[in-house]
């Protein structure tokens, strides 16, 4: 039986019955695998999350009840082998087949004989990706829904939010893969040589326009070279570099939110900031924050606090740059988080947002007079955003959204910036979705 199919099915069971996340999940059992199982896992799972609902339109023609009504290892299985017919060119289909029911006998015995019929039937469509037949009745955005694999709901807002063809790019992005990127960490040594020596060590680097420390890595997987593990490189998106650029430079700045660290170590790596306190509210996470620092050689520089960012225990109004990287929705992370689109619900967002307000007063709080509060969030949405942002800033007279010098941002937020402070940035075929707001505290607040 292939390794690979049957950690995938795991995987996909847990995601749907557990609310687990796929990545930590598929990378625990991608490391015990050799390097091709332990790819093939991940091209799995990830085809089969991010195109669940553009699968189940296939499979349905082939069923004779509801994708929904079938036993979760079952519904699994068939999502998992019709996207390894469909979309996986280089899975032949008697393994697509084959291999998936051997991997679907070991969980539900007695489904293996359906599941090989209904996949049989599905080598045999000529339903392929761009092609799924809706029949009349649907609507365009039914039908974005569909072929971009989203639900309805969330197309509808997009659309609304970005307008038609932007909303689609953004969709589209989500189901794209894309070269890790890094930030390089020189600590002193000019960056170029750096690049030079990690190309030397087989880490070829392509610089990336958004950050100033942002590189792509051309064409191999980034996690698992050793110069990760040196501390020269770390896994951050381009975007989240691209984030922590509009902090405004300060011998400390807080981070209320900060596993597990990956804008701290933007801040400290561009010099942003000379010293870091870095806060989290959970434990596990600020310990993983501590030690990916101190394996990045940065130890000292960062002072890791486990506490709840809305009750800091930090004086007020003593802080000259904050950074509050807050926990939302995630609806920027599609591309890598593919499960969020079927979980989460529009009504979901009321409780992200409560959340993100408790924060951004607390922050504010800290803030000295004359200050910045940079408020973030991996969400497009503006219930999570610029509705947080105004609530909050109807209740205190002494603090406004501002608008940083646009010479100073980076490229791609000066054409994201619509001129009020509020920076929204589509997931890109590069980038993950993000958005931002600059916020000050008066000169003279108290
Ligand atoms: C978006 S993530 C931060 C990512 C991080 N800034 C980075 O770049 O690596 C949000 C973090 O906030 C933490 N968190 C959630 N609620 C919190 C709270 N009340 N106080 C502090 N941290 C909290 C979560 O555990 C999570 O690690």
């Not at 030397?200 to 997987?221: D, F, N």
Request: proline letters at 8%; glycine letters at 8%.
């Amino acid at each position: 039986m292939s390794p690979a199919r049957a950690a995938a099915l795991d995987v996909l069971v847990r995601v749907e019955r557990d609310r687990a996340h796929a990545a930590p999940l598929v990378d625990a059992r991608a490391r015990r695998m050799p390097p091709r199982e332990g790819a093939l896992l991940r091209a799995l799972v990830r085809t089969t999350l991010r195109h669940a609902l553009r699968l189940d339109h296939v499979l349905a023609r082939s069923l004779d009840r509801p994708v929904a009504s079938l036993e979760a290892p079952v519904r699994a299985a068939l999502r998992l082998g019709a996207a390894q017919l469909l979309l996986m060119d280089r899975v032949p289909p008697h393994a697509a087949v084959g291999e998936t029911v051997a991997a679907l006998k070991a969980a539900a015995p007695r489904a293996a004989g359906l599941a090989n019929a209904v996949l049989r039937r599905v080598a045999a469509t000529e339903e392929r990706p761009g092609r799924v037949d809706l029949g009349p009745g649907a609507g365009p955005i039914e039908r974005l829904s569909v072929e971009t694999s989203h639900p309805l709901w969330l197309v509808r807002r997009w659309v609304d939010l970005l307008g038609e063809p932007a909303a689609r790019a953004a969709l589209e992005a989500d189901n794209a893969d894309t070269p890790v990127e890094v930030l390089l960490d020189p600590r002193g040594e000019p960056a170029a040589d750096v690049v030079a020596r990690l190309a030397a060590e087989g880490l070829p680097l392509e610089k990336v326009a958004w950050a100033p420390l942002a590189y792509r890595v051309a064409g191999r997987e980034a996690g698992a070279h050793p110069a990760i593990r040196s501390g020269a490189v770390a896994v951050v998106d381009s975007a989240a570099q691209a984030m922590a650029e509009l902090v405004p430079p300060a011998d400390v700045v807080v981070d209320l939110a900060a596993a597990p660290g990956g804008k701290t170590r933007c801040l400290l790596a561009t010099g942003r900031a000379r010293r870091v306190v870095a806060l989290e509210r959970h434990p596990r996470r600020a310990f993983r924050l501590a030690s990916n620092l101190s394996s990045a050689g940065r130890r000292d520089e960062v002072l890791a606090v486990v506490a709840d960012a809305g009750r800091p225990p930090l004086a007020r109004g003593r802080a000259a740059s904050v950074l509050l990287d807050a926990p939302c929705s995630g609806t920027g992370t599609l591309r890598k988080s593919p499960e969020i689109r079927w979980r989460l619900r529009p009504e979901d967002l009321r409780g992200f947002a409560e959340v993100q307000e408790r924060l951004l007063d607390a922050a504010l709080d800290l803030c000295a007079p004359g200050g910045t509060v940079v408020y973030v969030t991996c969400s497009l949405e503006p219930e999570e955003n610029e509705e947080v942002v105004a609530r909050v800033l109807g209740r205190r007279a002494d603090a406004f959204r501002a608008r940083p010098d646009a010479g100073s941002l980076p490229d791609p937020l000066g054409a994201a910036e619509r001129g009020t402070g509020l920076f929204r940035v589509a997931p890109g075929p590069w980038n993950d979705g993000f958005t931002a707001s600059v916020l000050r505290r008066a000169p003279g607040a108290r």
